[in-house]
């Protein structure tokens, strides 16, 4: 195992009606005017948004709003909240909603105490300093709730970059099962791709002899085996969605990835088609990490055939790994499917003939060196033949 540091302080509040107490959670974590932040506007119909007014209320904390936050979150409404939360002598953000408004949230809180542009968070620069943040979480899915990350598109350019630092962390986050009844199929579909992809880029690792976090990582992964058909089929599965929100946060908080080395190609290349296509990130990962993982699988085939193996239940062909692991992709492939992901371009609605500008951006874009690194290297040839694959 390697060395590292773990720091997660977020308070977590987790379970039916918590949201009711977002006002008191502001007073107790230091917010005396607030900006709240949402998307589109699925708080507003589902009447969250006047609770948590109610809260604040109650709790005497003043604020200000800012909603349209989009999925796939673009740069120019982080502008926005910037100058507002300036203007209006803001002291904590409170993020309602999904990955999205947390993430843009998070922007905003490092922007406002910045004195140059945000953006360059997003070209490296670590995240030492930032507004505080509070979340009511409204989807299981990006792990924003207990994440250091935030990710961003740049609308000049279209670059889907993230930005990482401990200050960004979230100092309370709610999450009540119940709020993510709502969430049409498909979005709660999505929502389960993303929590596995974030348990697969963490597996995916060069770090030997790394049993607990590779346990930890495979139970995750058999929970939404488990959850995630319950959801699809009664989306008010109160305790299928508890689990799952649970496990979305622990996906994704980092406890399951210290002490070892990890991937996230998957992620790099899917940025690119949500960027490109504005697709829901879970469904892009869908289409994404089957061909990764088949183009990479040789690189370590027995770790691959673990996974099958301990997750899938697929039996070890002991003579031929390579059977035994292709086998654990195509089933996670077919459990894609099964909860209603796409699997191919043509599902997505990507195309062909955009395959090499999404090249261009993900290795150059932004400053990068012509290659993406995770566990393994992919340069342009290895991206152009990963995304060919998805057709
Ligand atoms: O905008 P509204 O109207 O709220 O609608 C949203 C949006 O259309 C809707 N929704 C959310 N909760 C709902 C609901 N509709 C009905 N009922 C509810 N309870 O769902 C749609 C998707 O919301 P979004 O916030 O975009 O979803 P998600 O949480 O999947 O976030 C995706 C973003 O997170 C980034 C992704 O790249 C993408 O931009 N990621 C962030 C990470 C992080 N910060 O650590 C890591 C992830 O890997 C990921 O990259
Ligand atoms: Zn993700």
Known sequence: MDNFTFYSPTFFAFGKDTENDAGKYVKRFGGSKILIHYGG????????????????????????????????????????????????????????????????????????????????????????????????????????????D????????????????????????????????????????????????????????????????????????????????????????YEARANIMWAGMMAHNNSVGVGRSQDWNSHQIEHELSATYDCAHGAGLAVTMPAVFKYVMKHDVNRFAQLAVRVWGCQMDFDHPEITAMNGIKALQNFLHSIGMPSNFAELGAKKEDIPQMVQTLCHGNGRPGYIQGFVKLDENDCTRIYEMMI
């Open 150 to 237: 935030s990710v961003i598109t740049k609308e000049e350019g279209m670059f889907k970059r993230g930005a990482s630092g401990n200050a960004i962390r979230p100092k309370f986050s709610i999450l009540n099962p119940a709020l993510t009844e709502t969430l049409p199929a498909f979005q709660t579909a999505a929502g389960i791709t993303d929590i596995m992809a974030h348990l697969h880029e963490r597996y995916l690792t060069n770090t030997k002899d790394v049993e607990v976090t590779d346990r930890l990582i495979e139970a995750l992964l058999l929970t939404m085996i488990a959850e995630g058909p319950k959801v699809i089929a009664d989306p008010h599965n």
């Open 41 to 148: 506007g699925s708080v507003v119909r589902s009447g969250l948004l006047d609770r948590v007014k109610k809260s604040l209320d109650a709790a005497g904390i003043a604020y200000v709003e800012l909603g349209g936050v989009k999925p796939n979150p673009r740069s120019g409404l982080v502008y926005e909240g910037i100058d507002l939360c300036r203007k209006e002598k803001v002291d904590f953000i409170l993020a309602v909603g999904g990955g999205s408004t947390i993430d843009s949230s998070k922007a905003i809180a490092a922007g406002v105490v910045y004195d140059g542009d945000f953006w360059d968070f997003y070209s490296g620069k670590p995240i030492r300093e930032a507004l505080p943040i509070g979340t009511i979480l409204t989807i299981a899915a990006a792990g924003s709730e207990g994440s250091p």
